[in-house]
């Protein structure tokens, strides 16, 4: 374990050099407040494919102590492996259907800490939003007191007012009485009147803190600099007015020069730990070259000039003697826009009317490439990740990019729902929360309702547009419950739903909160009318809505969190006269043709069965 120590920059540069984690982004694009827990647990960068001294295949496994799982980019638990979003790790234990995102360690077991509490490596049920710990038991603050020691044991009093104070294990009035040492030996304690002689001595109630390590921390790490000196690097001090510091960046070393003299000019500069002069020296990722007129530009190692003939600088290695019509292209090859086209990481000649997809080439009229993949383009199909599917069959769903067959599953297209890219278990056995970006399954729980990405405890906690307020009372949840619009994927939204009511597309462009109320600003929005006439006739009314397009959501608190910059579907339900659901479409790259798609689909089959009546 490194101590993370965030006092000197020095140390700072350490931790930075360090293996990176996978960026987490990965997991939390829109920074969503997790479980610090779970950093330990991003998957760090392999330094070698290698393990248990074995070659491994970083695509299709995860190495956890020497031992191969399944899975690329799968979190360690000691050599077993999981995934962040659906379990989590104390001590080297698994603990299944608790997010490490959102949970706590008790001991070797997960916990979620807005319902529940760890005291003394137990997890009892939290009562109060601000439940503490007494030993064992649970306690309230404002109206319990918890005294005794750990020693001795902790229990749980009733405060007999808010002036009552612990002292041992009874409690005392501090407007009457004081606590006083009686038996130093024992140390035992007891509550006396104030005019009493050992309440004149007032107890301090905390010793100050001591000087901590970390201060002096400092001291230790950079040098004992003599007056008007400042700390260069590790063991070196320099005067900033006539010396400059150079640190080496893999020694932490510090070398002090002195100046140039010229007041405002220095004639010297730094390439790596060395001092050069850029009259007669050009320095280039810290290697230093003389220095040639008109090359003023770094390639790699390398000095250039944009003016030299022949020379091109692609992802920092310099091509020579390159023929005219050569160029970089983005990804750092060299290639002639004429004559290649360049797929991945290889130049092709280009195949007229081909495009890329991943590292070959594929022409869209009779293929399809899904995120690098190529298929034969048959009807209807569409990409879910890598894979394409048909999505009218009814028998695939696709979950944010992972395909699952309902016919292995026995699961019914219109019942199967996503969470993310998980299929969820049929039933209302599992709970989908989702914040921008994060969705969590959780075992469903009588009176819990889901705030963003969280689960809580509804007669705890309240919830307004995904943040979490503390209720002072426990609540009674069955009542009064106005249930805002459901943000749910296109995919899971009910073609009856879909094709049936006022549908609206739109994109976010700003939100903000008036008198409790929700309103939006879109643009780019469009009405979509769906009705089965025109559907049967293959059409369908679009009418464009002139920018900005302005809609209010009744309750802001029971609305989904929404992100500027996405289009999302609004469909409102006539008989409730507001939206109802929104989906974000973000992800979706043919928005219009899967509703219209299926919409059509389902009056084809109403149309038909009034025909066969
Ligand atoms: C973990 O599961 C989530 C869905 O819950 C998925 O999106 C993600 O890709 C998985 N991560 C890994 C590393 O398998
Ligand atoms: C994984 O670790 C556990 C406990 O440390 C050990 O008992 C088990 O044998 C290990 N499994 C493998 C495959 O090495
Ligand atoms: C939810 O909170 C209430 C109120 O404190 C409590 O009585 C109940 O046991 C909690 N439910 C669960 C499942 O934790
Ligand atoms: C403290 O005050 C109480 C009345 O307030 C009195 O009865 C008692 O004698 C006093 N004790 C001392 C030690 O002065
Ligand atoms: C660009 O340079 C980096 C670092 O040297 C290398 O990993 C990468 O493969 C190069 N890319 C191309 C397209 O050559
Ligand atoms: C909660 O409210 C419901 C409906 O108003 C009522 O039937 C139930 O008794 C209440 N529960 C409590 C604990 O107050
Ligand atoms: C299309 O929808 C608009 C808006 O509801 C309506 O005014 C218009 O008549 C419709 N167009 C046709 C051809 O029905
Ligand atoms: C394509 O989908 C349409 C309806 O969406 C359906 O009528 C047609 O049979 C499908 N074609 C194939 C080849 O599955």
């Known amino acids: 374990m490194v101590r993370v120590n965030m006092t000197t920059p020095l140390l700072m540069f350490v931790l930075l050099a360090l293996p990176c984690y996978s960026a987490p982004g990965q997991l939390n694009r829109y920074g969503l407040p997790v479980s610090a827990h779970s950093r330990d647990f991003y998957v760090r960068s392999p330094r070698d494919h290698l393990c248990d001294s074995g070659k491994f295949d970083i695509l299709g496994f995860t190495c956890c102590e020497g031992v191969l799982r399944q899975g690329a980019g799968q979190s360690c638990c000691g050599n077993k492996s999981f995934n962040l979003t659906q379990a989590s790790c104390c001590g080297g234990q698994l603990t299944l259907h608790v997010s490490q995102l959102v949970s706590d360690c008790c001991g070797s077991r997960a916990y979620d800490p807005l319902n529940q509490l760890c005291c003394d490596l137990q997890i009892l049920i939290r009562t109060q939003p601000h439940s503490k710990c007494c030993g064992k038991e649970l306690y309230n603050e404002d109206h319990q007191l918890c005294c005794g020691t750990v020693l001795q044991g902790r229990k749980v009093l009733t405060k007999m007012s808010g002036h009552h104070r612990c002292c041992g294990d009874h409690q005392f009035d501090q407007q009457s009485h004081c606590c006083c040492h009686i038996n130093e030996p024992s140390n035992q304690v007891n509550p006396k009147p104030l005019n009493a002689s050992c309440c004149a001595i007032q107890e301090v109630p905390h010793p100050p803190p001591a000087q901590t390590g970390q201060h002096m921390g400092i001291a230790q790490n950079?040098?004992?600099?003599?007056?008007?000196?400042k700390p260069c690097g590790l063991g070196a001090c320099f005067n900033p007015t006539t010396e400059r510091c150079c640190v080496n960046p893999t020694s932490l070393q510090g070398q002090s020069y002195s100046h140039d003299h010229t007041p405002g000019h220095y004639h010297s500069a730094s390439c790596g730990s060395q001092v050069y002069n850029p009259d007669i020296n050009i320095c280039c990722s810290e290697k230093l070259s003389n220095r040639v007129l008109g090359k003023n530009l770094c390639c790699g190692t390398t000095p250039y000039g944009l003016e030299d003939r022949g020379v091109l600088c692609c992802n920092q290695t310099l091509h020579l003697a390159v023929e005219d019509g050569y160029q970089c292209s983005p990804g750092g090859h060299l290639y002639r826009p004429s004559r290649d086209m360049v797929c991945g990481s290889r130049v092709l000649v280009i195949d007229p009317g081909k495009h890329c997809c991943g590292e070959e080439t594929y022409d869209p009229?009779?293929?399809?490439?899904?995120?690098?993949?190529?298929?034969?383009?048959?009807?209807?199909?569409?990409?879910?990740?890598?894979?394409?599917?048909?999505?009218?069959?009814?028998?695939?769903?696709?979950?944010?990019?992972?395909?699952?067959?309902?016919?292995?599953?026995?699961?019914?297209?219109?019942?199967?729902?996503c969470c993310g890219s998980v299929l969820m278990e049929a039933g209302s056995t599992q709970t989908c929360c989702s914040a921008p970006g994060l969705d969590l399954l959780y075992p469903t729980q009588p009176g819990f309702t889901c705030c963003g990405h969280r689960y809580p405890n509804a007669s705890l906690w309240s919830c307004c547009a995904g943040v979490l307020h503390p209720r002072p009372e426990p609540h009674n949840t069955t009542k009064n419950v106005i249930p805002g619009p459901r943000l749910l994927p296109l995919e899971d939204l009910k073609t009856e739903v879909l094709c049936y009511n006022e549908v609206l597309l739109g994109t976010v462009e700003s939100v903000s909160v008036k008198m409790n109320k929700r309103s939006i600003v879109m643009v780019n929005a469009m009405y979509v009318m769906v009705n089965a006439m025109y559907m049967l006739a293959s059409r369908a009314n679009v009418s464009a809505l002139p920018s900005p397009h302005y809609v209010t959501l009744p309750d802001h608190c029971s609305s989904p969190e929404l992100v500027p910059g996405n289009t999302y579907i609004w469909v409102k339900i006539p008989s409730s006269d507001h939206i109802s659901f929104i989906s974000d479409l973000s992800d979706n790259s043919s928005p219009l043709y899967s509703i219209f798609s299926r919409c059509r689909t389902l009056f084809l089959a109403r149309s038909k069965a009034l025909h066969n009546v």
């Open 222 to 229: 950079s040098p004992n600099c003599m007056p008007g000196k």
């Open 365 to 417: 009229q009779y293929d399809i490439c899904c995120n690098g993949h190529k298929h034969h383009r048959l009807k209807n199909v569409s990409c879910c990740g890598g894979k394409a599917y048909d999505p009218s069959s009814g028998q695939m769903k696709c979950c944010a990019g992972t395909l699952y067959n309902l016919q292995v599953q026995d699961k019914l297209s219109e019942e199967a729902q």
